[in-house]
């Protein structure tokens, strides 16, 4: 059996005491700025200036 050893980047929130739901709440609130700023650009579903 090889063990390979793990790096530290990989996942360093596992570490953190609330890296984990601290991480969730960033990718949703990235998504969410992304999903208004498309929206607002009316690249995404109705709104933007022109309509």
Known sequence: MVHHESSPY???ELNWYHGYPLVWCLML?????????YRR????????DDG
């Open 41 to 48: 650009k009316g690249w995404l579903g109705k709104g933007g």
């Open 29 to 37: 609130a990235s998504s969410i700025g992304l999903l208004a700023y």
């Open 10 to 12: 990989n996942m360093p």
